[in-house]
């Protein structure tokens, strides 16, 4: 249990090296501003338009008398928004990595850089194409677990009591590690280490990886939150890379190398 309290100092350690070096953290803005205009243009439009789809989509109900017609079709509308808001919680930061791929890249090289012993950091040697296609295919896989366990705890939801106070908790939890596998694989992708390998080698170390996304999972509830918070997440989740994999790392005033923020 010690490696909860563990991932949330990375959490909050990333927050202070973004604090410190305000020019990348400006930077790191830019990617969750853009997903959120498109995220809210998309949420605008299913408001408007919402009662025309699910009518459309239910014309066998166009002949149901009232209240049932309107009580059946306004649950539908409630039930697409709400799975609208759980598609957007999940794949919110994927697109925005995807989107400020070349943004995060430069900010965790950077941060590995800082706190490196030499002041090198890795490098994948692939061409920028490459790197998106790779981080858009693992994102693809990620935002598909993530779905499914998203739609089973959504039914899971409506299960009395269990549904309104366990399922919630473990949904944070599914949506924390999601958060940490896609915030992490940016500097591990610099590594080469494979979609695979980097899943086992966070689910080696789950009590870690929940401690930093749990906490930033329930953040993201918040609107707006997650687009102030991505660029310390992302050199968070860079250093605690840095931890799973045993590399060196300085400490924040200079003092190291160290294996690891607890060591």
């Known amino acids: 249990?010690?490696?909860?309290?563990?991932?949330?100092?990375y959490l909050l350690k990333g927050q202070r090296w973004v604090a410190r070096h305000g020019k990348q953290y400006g930077f790191g803005l830019v990617p969750g501003l853009i997903t959120l205009v498109l995220y809210a243009a998309a949420?605008?439009?299913?408001?408007l338009w919402g009662d025309d789809l699910v009518a459309w989509s239910t014309p066998f109900a166009d002949d149901w008398s009232n209240p049932w017609l309107g009580l059946f079709r306004g649950?539908?509308?409630?039930?697409?928004?709400?799975?609208?808001?759980?598609?957007?919680?999940?794949?919110?930061?994927?697109?925005?990595?995807?989107?400020?791929?070349p943004f995060y890249e430069n900010l965790s090289e950077k941060v590995d850089r800082d706190v490196s012993p030499d002041g090198t950091a890795p490098e994948s040697g692939l061409p920028l194409?490459?790197?998106?296609?790779?981080?858009?295919?693992?994102?693809?896989?990620?935002?598909?677990r993530a779905l499914l366990w998203g739609v089973l705890?959504?039914?899971a939801g409506f299960v009395p009591v269990v549904g309104q106070t366990v399922v919630p908790v473990i949904g944070f939890v599914v949506t924390g590690f999601f958060l940490t596998e896609e915030l992490t694989s940016v500097a591990l992708q610099r590594r080469r280490v494979e979609a695979r390998d980097r899943l086992r080698l966070l689910r080696s170390r789950k009590t870690l990886v929940w401690g930093f996304g749990t906490p930033l999972a329930v953040a993201f509830v918040?609107?707006?939150?997650?687009?102030?918070?991505?660029?310390?997440?992302?050199a968070g989740a860079t250093l605690m890379a840095r931890d799973l994999l045993g590399e060196q790392t300085l400490g924040e005033n200079g003092e190291g190398p160290h294996k690891g923020i607890s060591a």
Not at 1 to 9: C, E, H, K, Q, S
Not at 43 to 47: E, G
């Open 1 to 9: 249990m010690r490696d909860l309290g563990v991932g949330f100092r």
């Open 43 to 47: 949420l605008v439009c299913l408001v």
């Open 75 to 101: 649950f539908l509308t409630g039930l697409l928004f709400a799975l609208a808001l759980l598609l957007t919680a999940i794949t919110f930061t994927a697109v925005t990595l995807l989107i400020g791929q």
């Open 129 to 144: 194409w490459r790197e998106l296609w790779i981080s858009a295919r693992d994102s693809l896989r990620i935002v598909g």
């Open 153 to 155: 705890l959504f039914a």
């Open 222 to 234: 918040v609107p707006f939150v997650a687009i102030f918070l991505m660029p310390g997440a992302v």
